[in-house]
């Protein structure tokens, strides 16, 4: 549909017809028996029958032929036969589950992050969607953040490439071709850095840390064509971001470009009254609307206030036009006024979810995602030797996130079962040892409160076999860690450590063996002073998703090697936290252990325990001194930055290699390092290879003190190397 013709539709609406068009409701009051939803949560929420029937668009349902039957019926009542929009959180996956987005982070990998949001998209599709509120490009730096798991790290440059990367995946060069769907850039903005970790907690922020570090990702997926950008549940600067005119219009829309439609996250509006900003339901409307804001999530703010605004000439209908004309916009985009229905298709569901080909990204994506943070040359494991696999996530099928709120958990492949395949089965025992959070103790997730009620004779016995089992072993596999709830929305930790119960049979274990490995699953860093310090090898395995016991094996037996990379710093402990490679200096920094008045911890150490871009491999690399091609620099030239790679090890095995830059001295204070490229080398034991970067001034560019962009000459240090702590290095000096 044209332009021309899609403002002429517009123009043909009523006022209530395009307010209706702003409203996102829940797919439970599309239900067929929604009686008590209509009842109940529909007259409390003040959704009258007409908001339900007329609603724009629903999100949280999915199914071909339940969304099929919902846009028949709906654009039969619609006036204008204009189609719904079907919305849903695939985070990491619709039914087949990659990596959670840090250990998607961990591959360093960001085309494959397209990929595998290619494959989602395609699952999507056929399930009738047509957005999903993915990628979430939130910067992170403190692990007590649940959400930490949806984001890719805590550098802006990595991120900005997962984010584009995804939303190319999601979306393709046009979103109306087959198996495409929208993609939603979340949450605008700086929602991920809330005060002391605490999910919806406040964000305090100055301009030039929130356009420097921030705002970067975000502009990185809007630049990749992002279709939908959510607003997110923080302050910024002091206001709301749902009612943040400076935020939405002056940056989102001026700044940046972005001409997409622009949607609350949950109840994000509503909400600015508890704030304390907004002083009523109508008063919320009003601001939000000046803001910006297309589309009102689960809540009647619009609905319920927005014609009465109109008709007393509190807010002009053009505010609404113009938030209707994006909606139909998107709709368009979508391909939905020639088929409503897109890629919707019950048969097609059948062959595209949990296909063969999604099953095999998952599991060389989830393999590229293990990073290996400690081995004494235990690992890979010999198969030739007795192994116990011991710990509550042995035969766990609940591998995948909070998030992946549509993933198939019986699909998911556990430790047990794909050890199974490769092991030898006289010389292999499995083990559960305890439960995950211990017995008696509780967890909210999203489908209510779980507690853990196994009776205490029953855990004795499990850890009496599992002693028994570790003390005829010659090797033991433990695997350990968060219960799936304990990272994600609503789920911030204070103390970000593995679960005590899982603690006190490590340490049980130990006592009889002491050959140890363990798998750690998490989605999030954790305190891991004890492991690091009591078991022979430890692998980071995140929230892997719906091929994890495959790929966890394929590392375990040397079948892959392990390339994956830290995506956010691992704390020495939580009283580090936030702790990021990418910080300030300071005009004391820590530089001897002697000397006391320094900006410096008396009881640990500054650094953290993992560094940002640290990986181990079962191979090791050198990295020849950083060569530069010239000393000087100009604005208009090119430097070339390299390095020669050496793989040392006695296999084959894959490097990131990663380009730091630090600007000595400038208007502001600059980071220590911010990495500026990575590539990813493959190498033969004994093979070589250059490694090259292209540096140009547009690389060098920050916000400088008078707020405007741009970079300043001077010297600046260039590092070439595989973690975020290199310290090798070449100098080169910028000129005007």
């Known amino acids: 549909m044209l332009q021309s013709e899609l403002i002429k539709l517009r123009d043909s609406m009523s006022l209530q017809e395009k307010i209706d068009q702003m409203l996102q409701l829940n797919g439970q009051f599309y239900e067929e028996n929604n009686e008590d939803v209509l009842t109940g949560p529909a007259g409390s929420m003040g959704f009258t029958e007409q908001d339900i029937e007329m609603a724009g668009s629903i999100l949280g349902a999915k199914g071909a032929e339940r969304l099929i039957a919902i846009q028949k019926a709906y654009m039969e009542k619609q006036p204008h036969h204009i189609p719904m929009l079907f919305m849903l959180d695939v985070i990491h996956g619709l039914?087949?589950?990659?990596?959670?987005?840090?250990?998607?982070?961990?591959?360093?990998?960001?085309?494959?992050?397209?990929?595998?949001?290619?494959?989602?998209?395609?699952?999507?599709?056929?399930?009738?969607?047509?957005?999903?509120?993915?990628?979430?490009?939130?910067?992170?730096?403190?692990?007590?953040?649940?959400?930490?798991?949806?984001?890719?790290?805590?550098?802006?440059?990595?991120?900005?490439?997962?984010?584009?990367?995804?939303?190319?995946?999601?979306?393709?060069?046009?979103?109306?071709e087959p198996y495409k769907i929208c993609a939603c850039i979340k949450h605008f903005a700086a929602y991920g850095a809330p005060n002391a970790g605490r999910d919806y907690n406040t964000v305090e922020l100055s301009e030039h840390t929130l356009r420097d570090f921030y705002l970067k990702s975000y502009k990185a997926g809007i630049d990749a064509g992002a279709g939908m950008v959510m607003t997110s549940f923080n302050t910024v600067n002091g206001v709301p971001a749902s009612t943040n005119k400076w935020l939405m219009r002056d940056i989102l829309r001026g700044e940046m470009g972005f001409d997409g439609v622009l949607i609350s996250d949950y109840a994000a509006i509503l909400e600015t009254i508890p704030h304390g900003h907004s002083a009523s339901p109508s008063d919320a409307a009003v601001k939000a609307?000046?803001?910006?804001?297309?589309?009102?999530?689960?809540?009647?703010?619009?609905?319920?206030?927005?014609?009465?605004?109109?008709?007393?000439?509190?807010?002009?209908?053009?505010?609404?036009?113009?938030?209707?004309?994006?909606?139909?916009?998107?709709?368009?985009?979508?391909?939905?006024?020639?088929?409503?229905?897109?890629?919707?298709?019950?048969?097609?569901?059948?062959?595209?979810?949990?296909?063969?080909?999604?099953?095999?990204?998952?599991?060389?994506?989830?393999?590229?995602?293990?990073?290996?943070?400690?081995?004494?040359?235990?690992?890979?494991?010999?198969?030739?030797?007795?192994?116990?696999?011991?710990?509550?996530?042995?035969?766990?099928?609940?591998?995948?996130?909070?998030?992946?709120?549509?993933?198939?958990?019986?699909?998911?492949?556990?430790?047990?079962?794909?050890?199974?395949?490769?092991?030898?089965?006289?010389?292999?025992?499995?083990?559960?040892?305890?439960?995950?959070?211990?017995?008696?103790?509780?967890?909210?997730?999203?489908?209510?409160?779980?507690?853990?009620?196994?009776?205490?004779e029953e855990e004795l016995r499990w850890?009496?076999?599992?002693?028994?089992?570790?003390?005829?072993?010659?090797?033991?596999?433990?695997?350990?860690?968060?219960?799936?709830?304990?990272?994600?929305?609503?789920?911030?930790?204070?103390?970000?450590?593995?679960?005590?119960?899982?603690?006190?049979?490590?340490?049980?274990?130990?006592?009889?063996?002491?050959?140890?490995?363990?798998?750690?699953?998490?989605?999030?860093?954790?305190?891991?002073?004890?492991?690091?310090?009591?078991?022979?090898?430890?692998?980071?395995?995140?929230?892997?998703?719906?091929e994890g016991g495959h790929a966890i094996m394929d590392v375990l037996t040397g079948k892959?090697?392990?390339?994956?990379?830290?995506?956010?710093?691992?704390?020495?402990?939580?009283?580090?936290?936030?702790?990021?490679?990418?910080?300030?200096?300071?005009?004391?920094?820590?530089?001897?252990?002697?000397?006391?008045?320094?900006?410096?911890?008396?009881?640990?150490?500054?650094?953290?325990?993992?560094?940002?871009?640290y990986g181990l491999s079962y191979t090791s690399f050198e990295i020849s001194p950083v060569k530069v091609s010239s000393e000087t620099m100009k604005a208009d030239e090119t430097l070339t930055v390299s390095a020669i790679i050496k793989n040392t090890g006695g296999c084959s095995g894959t490097e990131v290699v990663q380009l730091y830059i630090q600007d000595q001295t400038a208007s502001v204070v600059r980071p220590v390092k911010e990495l500026k490229g990575l590539q990813k080398v493959t190498l033969q034991p004994g093979e070589e290879k250059e490694v090259s970067f292209a540096v140009t001034e547009s690389m060098l560019q920050f916000t400088r003190a008078d707020g405007t962009v741009g970079s300043e000459p001077g010297i600046f240090s260039v590092w070439i190397g595989n973690s975020s702590e290199t310290e090798n290095k070449a100098e080169f000096d910028l000129k005007k």
């Not at 059948?350 to 590229?368: Q, Y």
């Not at 490995?517 to 310090?533: A, T």
């Not at 830290?566 to 002697?594: A, H, I, K, W």
Request: negative net charge.
């Open 95 to 176: 039914e087949t589950v990659f990596p959670a987005p840090l250990g998607l982070g961990a591959t360093f990998e960001p085309e494959l992050a397209g990929k595998c949001a290619s494959a989602a998209a395609k699952e999507a599709a056929v399930s009738g969607l047509h957005v999903t509120f993915s990628p979430m490009v939130d910067l992170v730096r403190d692990a007590r953040w649940g959400r930490v798991m949806e984001s890719t790290g805590e550098d802006p440059y990595l991120n900005g490439l997962f984010a584009a990367e995804q939303v190319k995946g999601f979306q393709g060069e046009d979103m109306s």
């Open 289 to 456: 609307l000046e803001a910006g804001v297309d589309i009102d999530m689960m809540t009647s703010v619009y609905s319920a206030n927005l014609l009465k605004l109109v008709e007393e000439g509190v807010v002009p209908e053009a505010l609404i036009d113009e938030a209707v004309l994006r909606i139909l916009e998107l709709k368009n985009k979508l391909g939905l006024f020639e088929n409503p229905y897109k890629d919707g298709d019950p048969e097609k569901e059948k062959e595209i979810i949990l296909c063969e080909e999604h099953r095999a990204l998952a599991r060389e994506t989830a393999a590229k995602s293990l990073v290996l943070l400690e081995n004494d040359g235990i690992l890979p494991l010999d198969t030739t030797k007795k192994v116990a696999f011991i710990g509550p996530y042995t035969s766990e099928k609940h591998i995948i996130s909070s998030w992946a709120i549509a993933g198939n958990v019986p699909a998911c492949v556990t430790i047990e079962e794909a050890a199974g395949e490769v092991l030898c089965a006289e010389k292999t025992s499995y083990h559960k040892g305890c439960t995950i959070l211990g017995s008696g103790n509780q967890i909210i997730s999203f489908t209510g409160i779980m507690k853990e009620t196994t009776p205490e």
């Open 560 to 613: 892959v090697n392990p390339s994956g990379k830290l995506p956010m710093s691992f704390p020495y402990c939580v009283g580090q936290v936030p702790v990021f490679y990418n910080e300030y200096q300071t005009g004391r920094p820590f530089t001897d252990e002697n000397l006391k008045f320094l900006s410096r911890y008396m009881d640990i150490p500054n650094k953290p325990l993992y560094p940002f871009g």
């Open 463 to 546: 850890m009496e076999e599992a002693c028994e089992a570790a003390k005829e072993a010659d090797i033991v596999v433990m695997p350990l860690g968060e219960h799936y709830a304990q990272s994600g929305e609503a789920s911030s930790r204070a103390m970000i450590d593995v679960p005590e119960v899982q603690m006190r049979l490590f340490r049980r274990i130990k006592e009889v063996n002491e050959n140890i490995v363990v798998l750690l699953f998490h989605g999030r860093p954790l305190d891991l002073r004890e492991l690091k310090q009591e078991a022979r090898a430890v692998l980071a395995c995140w929230i892997p998703g719906t």
